[in-house]
């Protein structure tokens, strides 16, 4: 029952960050502020919402689950290592074409 | 309990066309690469939620993998194959 | 035409290490690869073990230098371990920006609040390693992203209004300093 209530609890909020991220995609005015949303909410949302299925799947407790949950992990550690990156090239991209940031009182690109 | 994963999927799955927009009518080639990472980024937690869903989640798990760092790679490639192009944001449509 | 290139000026590398003569980094780079190699197969037979031996053998043989650019000695370790330590805090600053971001992007008058802008800044951490680890963890703290960084280890850095940039450099800084012993 515990784990019930911890496993919801996680998954509600990394859906919640999740909806951020795309909503903040959908929003903001310019290049440069979308990646801030796109690349790093998703992160922490997926951070919640793969914690919690981890701890899901532990149960019952047998050495193919422990395998899974630490898989699981691994995924959590390979997106936070790639993402940075990712959002970096992406980031260094926009910058060297030249691409003017928005400032206060533009209009919304 | 399942019907609540099923739920966190769908819902999911919505966020990912929410993000189309951006993929398909972004001003730029650069907003679209970040339409496109972001579903991808999605795609990989949608995965382990179908595993679970379907009760293999060992099998799924490596597919989830395999998707992330393919989606790594490919948005990799793409933003060293834009870096070169001048004037982002005066495409012609 | 090679012949008449201006000779490029001389900057002040530190030598390169060769981790030729000792045998710890190809060790280490074995020991990872196999726990991967364990993680990933899930299955323990001898058939698949001797298997996983063998490949993590031949990339170690081939790759080692990639992961370690020297042989390793205690610092290496203690700058794991350091490193280890920092995760905990760098986690509950990325959850504590995430949710002012989500305020961010859920306010109805969200053009009002945010205020684009590049900071620039000159880093004292001195190792690749802290530097690399500095830079994604800025990238990783939402609201800013490194933009560049260059050999002076000047950090441009786009943040996405005034809260999340004023605290650069700052206690970042002071913790990665002291994860990697650069005190």
């Known amino acids: ?109 | 309990m399942d019907d609540f994963f099923l739920g966190c999927g769908l819902f999911l799955v919505g966020l990912m066309f929410l993000s189309l927009y951006r993929g398909i009518f972004g001003p730029t080639v650069l907003d679209r690469m970040i339409g496109v990472n972001a579903i991808g980024a999605k795609t990989t937690v949608l995965l382990i939620l179908i595993g679970v869903l379907y009760h293999r989640l060992d099998m799924f798990v490596d597919i989830a993998l395999a998707y992330a760092m393919l989606n790594f790679i490919a948005v990799l490639a793409a933003a060293r194959y834009f870096q070169k192009r001048k004037g982002l944001d005066e495409e012609l449509y | 035409m090679k012949k008449n290139a201006p000779e490029q000026p001389k900057l002040d590398l530190p030598p390169i290490e060769e981790g030729k003569g000792s045998a710890s980094p190809y060790v280490a780079t074995f020991i990872i690869m196999l726990g991967v190699w364990c993680l990933l197969s899930g299955r323990f037979d001898a058939f698949h073990l001797g298997l996983g031996v063998l490949s993590s053998a031949l990339v170690s043989y081939f790759s080692a230098d990639l992961l370690f650019s020297g042989p390793l000695t205690g610092r290496t370790l203690r700058m794991a371990f350091g490193f280890l330590g920092y995760l905990p805090w760098l986690l509950y600053q990325i959850m504590l920006a995430a949710l002012h971001l989500l305020y961010l992007s859920f306010h109805p008058r969200m053009l009002e609040l945010i205020d684009p802008q590049v900071i620039r800044f000159r880093s004292r951490l001195k190792s690749d390693v802290a530097q690399v680890t500095f830079a994604n963890s800025i990238t990783l703290t939402p609201g800013t992203i490194t933009i560049y960084v260059n050999f002076h280890r000047d950090f441009s850095v786009h943040a996405i209004d005034r809260f999340s940039g004023e605290g650069l450099p700052g206690e970042m800084e002071r913790r990665i300093a002291r994860a990697f012993g650069e005190e």
């Open chain 1, 1 to 109: 029952m515990v784990i019930a209530v911890i496993v919801v609890v996680c998954l509600v909020a990394g859906l919640i960050f999740f909806a951020g991220g795309t909503l903040g995609l959908l929003r903001f005015p310019d290049f440069y502020t979308r990646l801030h949303p796109a690349g790093k909410l998703d992160t922490s949302g997926a951070l919640l919402v793969l914690l919690g299925l981890a701890v899901y799947q532990l149960f019952p407790l047998t050495l193919g689950s422990v395998l899974t949950g630490l898989k699981l992990m691994l995924i959590v550690v390979f997106i936070f290592l790639a993402s940075p990156t990712a959002t970096h090239a992406i980031v260094d991209a926009g910058f060297r074409a030249g691409l003017e940031s928005w400032k206060k009182g533009d209009p919304r690109r």
